[in-house]
C-alpha cells in the first residue's frame, strides 16, 4: 500500500528547489525564496487573511481595540522557513564572533525568568531604553548597523507583492527576535519613530500573542489582557490602527525556542544620518487580486459584531 510522500520529503524537494533560485543572501547555503511570477501569484491564491474585533470602552467610548489587525497565514511554506531560520542562525553566529556591526547584534544575560533574547538589528538601531550615553528610547540617528540581508529582503518583496503590506509602507528596518525557553516580550506599543502599518513573521513554534489596554501580571514574564491570538509558524502578523496604537501587545514566555522577525519602516524625521535607501526595496508593487476569495472575518467571540454593543 502506497502512503505518499512524507512531510519531511516534501520539504526535502522544495529545499532542494530553493537552491536553485539563486543566493539566499547572508545564510552561506545558497538559495532564495522568490519563485517565478506564475508560481508566486499560485501560491498567493493559498493565502488567508483574518480580521479581528474586540469592543472595549477607551476614554468613554467603545472602539475596536484590534482595528487594523490582520493575520496572513500560509505566507511562508516549511522549506522557505528553514532556509530563513537557518539563514538567521547564521547571523547569530556572525554576532557572537563580532563580524557583526557592534549594535546590529545584541545578546542579553538571562539574568532572570523572561528575559535574556538575542536581538539582531537591520536598517537602524534603536534603543529600548536609556542608555549609558544618554540616549533615549527610539531610533539612534547617528549609530550604524548593518543593511538588511538579500533574503530578509526576499521576504519584503513577496509580503507586498501578497498584498499583506500596502506598497506606501515598504519596510526599510527589521529586527530578528531569538526566544529561548521561558524568554518573553512585556506589555507594550511600538515606538513611532516607526510608521504604521509593521509587521512579524513566526518561526520555529507556535507562540500566542496578547493584547489589551491592560494587563495583569501573573508572575515573571507571564501577562494576560484582553484577546489571546495563536500565531502559526510561516504567517504573518500585522499591526496598523488601533491594533498598534491604542492595544499594547505582549508575547508572554514562550514554552519552547521560538524565532521572530519584525519589519518596520521608520519615519522619514527619525531615518539614520547616513542611511542609504535600498534600490532593491524601491517602486515595488502588489500581484493583481482578481480571482482572489474575500478575506475571512474572525470574531473573537460569536456576538461580536461591526458595532459596539448596544447596553455597554
Sequence with gaps: MTTGRSVDDKISEELKSLSLR???????????????????AIRFANVRKKDFKLWERVKGQMINILDGLELHTDVFSAAEQRRIVDCVYDFQEKGRKGKLRERTYLELRKWIRGKGRVTIQFGCCYNYALDRNGNPPGIIRDEVVDPIPPLLKQMIKRMVAWHVLPPSCIPNSCIVNIYDKDVC?????????FVRPFCTVSFLSECNIV???QFKTNGPGDFSGSATIPLPLGSVLVLNGNSADVAKHSVPIVPTRRISITFRKMDDSKIPYDFIPDPD???????SLRGQNHPNILPLQQDQQDEPPKNA
Design 185 to 193: 516580550i512585556s506589555p507594550h506599543i511600538d515606538h513611532h519613530d
Design 281 to 287: 526595496l524601491q517602486n515595488l508593487r502588489p500581484l
Design 22 to 40: 539563486g543566493p539566499a543572501g547572508g545564510s552561506g547555503r545558497g538559495g532564495g525564496i522568490l519563485l517565478d511570477e506564475e508560481d508566486e
Design 211 to 213: 493584547f489589551g489596554t
